[in-house]
């Protein structure tokens, strides 16, 4: 539980605050962007949300923070169905964040040929219960080697298949139910494709479901105060050119929104989602070139 002793002095005054055990994650920064903000080194309350639905969004970032640093100062009852959160259509972001992943999030993808859990949240009863509601976990699928967290837990739970690539076995995780081989793609259902994008680890990969949602772990996520792509090199663990070269390959890939692993989700519409692709990819290889 967060300590209000603890608060940082520059949240706004009343009744949502962040504490020192902030780990500067920035779940809660697009969970609720209205009411928490970056200070450099941790987020905090920028603003006391002001109505029901920000005041939602803020309980919603107390849930979904992985190490429990978000506090009220009254007691506020939890809202037991705040997760798995409706993204769009039948996509979910599962909240409940794992301090084993530094904060990532995970994704639930719910169809009648079976649910696909992207990335691992914390195994948590009140999301597992959701989740079963919801017809369980047929697979999941990990981006790569970082963001498994309680996988085992829920492998044990739901028996559901693991998938990974067999670049990315070995680290923190010996054993899944299916090892992806190569660089090529991979149809999983006729409605879901893994594409490999080696970069930011060797074995790291992206799912496009229905042409329209791109589940992309650590290789990309969204720059919500550029309106645009972002990926960062600092930690990008593999090989950065590798990375540059798989963010080019996804341009031929048609989708629409980005739900990454860490940062806020986005959003373009398809042929400009393809064509910021292709420039960011462009952008970084003439950085590449100039340095050398």
């Known amino acids: 539980m967060a300590n ?3 608060r940082f002095s520059d949240n706004a005054e009343g009744e949502f605050f962040v504490d020192e055990t902030c780990i500067d994650c920035g779940t809660c920064r697009w969970v609720a962007p209205a009411s928490f903000a970056d200070a450099g080194s941790h987020s905090y309350v920028g603003r006391q949300p002001q109505t029901a639905a920000e005041r939602a969004r803020a309980g919603k970032a107390v849930i979904a ?10 007691r506020q009852e939890a809202d037991p169905d705040a997760f798995p959160d409706r993204v769009e259509d039948n996509v979910y972001h599962c909240g409940f964040h794992s301090p084993a992943s530094y904060g990532a999030a995970s994704w639930l993808i719910v169809r009648q040929e079976g649910n696909v859990l992207i990335d691992s949240p914390r195994f948590a009863g009140r999301l ?24 085992q837990k829920f ?34 259902d006729p409605d879901l494709l893994i594409i490999p994008v080696p970069g930011h680890t060797r074995g790291s990969m992206c799912l496009l479901y229905r042409d329209k949602f791109l589940f992309t772990g650590d290789h990309v996520s969204w720059d ?44 373009l519409p398809a042929l400009r989602m393809a064509e910021a692709m292709r420039r ?13």
């Open 65 to 74: 923070c992985p190490v429990a640093a978000i506090g009220t100062v009254t």
């Open 128 to 151: 597992v219960k959701r989740i079963e509601a919801f017809g369980g976990v047929r697979t999941m699928f990990l981006t790569h080697r970082d963001d498994v967290a309680d996988h």
């Open 224 to 267: 919500l105060a550029a309106d645009g792509l972002r990926a960062s090199r600092s930690v990008c663990w593999y090989d950065w050119d590798e990375l540059v070269a798989s963010m080019a390959r996804l341009a031929s890939h048609r989708f629409e929104f980005i739900l990454p692993g860490h940062g806020a989700p986005g959003r």
């Open 280 to 292: 960011w990819a462009a952008a970084h290889r003439a950085a590449t070139a100039e340095a050398l």
């Open 155 to 188: 492998h044990d739970h739901f028996g559901c298949e693991r998938i990974l690539h067999a670049d990315d076995l070995g680290w923190n995780i010996r054993k899944v139910e299916r090892a992806i081989e190569g660089a090529e793609p991979v149809r999983l």
């Open 4 to 6: 209000r002793a603890k």
